[in-house]
T-cell receptor, first 117, second 110 residues
Framework: GAVVSQHPSRVICKSGTSVKIECRSL??????MFWYRQFPKQSLMLMAT?????????EQGVEKDKFLINHASLTLSTLTVTSAHPEDSSFYIC?????????????FGPGTRLTVT | DAKTTQPPSMDCAEGRAANLPCNHS???????VYWYRQIHSQGPQYIIH???NNETNEMASLIITEDRKSSTLILPHATLRDTAVYYC???????????FGSGTKLNVKP
């Protein structure tokens, strides 16, 4: 149980285009999902907290107009990287926290590797 | 959220116990200690979490000092597949934002 998927696993896009990454909790409902970014040989950096049915909360220094987050259902959150540039190339990882179980661990997706050319 | 400090790397012989320390001297009373690991190019995997008492599950044991300023993750019989970066995180149980530190790279050697 507690499986989180991400789609796509890898994506290559041209500079200036937008890319959407999906994060799904497959066997549980998640009122809260999180998005992280990880550069090579670095740790995960929290980008934003996504709550179902409300606007995402972004960490300091993360551009909310560039990284659009939508959490439209209890099992799906999406991250859209708008007008991507090579410096946006990174490993993007989502996590989800099960709702209503009193359980506070987060379950992570396998990650999406974005390369902007 | 409390900052955590971990050694950058550790070695462990296969079959032996791996003891990974974490310092969280500024942890507050309502922050849990979580441990995750990340195998290369994958998402982090949940291992264990605790508040005050020692915890054990099928993967590991978590020992938290009485003053809660530090903890140790114990993998009782390390295998080559346990080679990963291990992260210790202190986070509020009800708000639950995770701020990852740099973690410990555990190298399990045959």
């Amino acid at each position: 149980g507690a499986v989180v998927s991400q789609h796509p696993s890898r994506v290559i896009c041209k500079s200036g285009t937008s890319v959407k990454i999906e994060c799904r909790s497959l066997d549980f409902q998640a009122t809260t999902m999180f998005w992280y970014r990880q550069f090579p040989k670095q740790s995960l950096m929290l980008m934003a907290t996504s709550n179902e049915g409300s606007k995402a909360t972004y960490e300091q220094g993360v551009e909310k107009d560039k990284f659009l987050i939508n959490h439209a259902s209890l099992t799906l959150s999406t991250l859209t990287v708008t007008s991507a540039h090579p410096e946006d190339s990174s490993f993007y990882i989502c996590s989800a926290r099960p709702a209503g179980t009193g359980s506070y661990e987060q379950y992570f997706g396998p990650g999406t590797r974005l390369t902007v050319t | 959220d409390a900052k955590t400090t971990q050694p950058p790397s550790m070695d462990c012989a296969e079959g032996r116990a791996a003891n990974l320390p974490c310092n969280h001297s500024t942890i507050s009373g309502n922050e849990y200690v979580y441990w995750y690991r990340q195998i290369h190019s994958q998402g982090p995997q949940y291992i264990i979490h605790g508040l005050k008492n020692n915890e054990t599950n099928e993967m590991a044991s978590l020992i938290i000092t009485e003053d809660r300023k530090s903890s140790t993750l114990i993998l009782p019989h390390a295998t080559l597949r346990d080679t990963a970066v291990y992260y210790c995180i202190a986070a509020l149980y009800n708000f639950n934002k995770f701020y990852f530190g740099s973690g410990t790279k555990l190298n399990v050697k045959p």
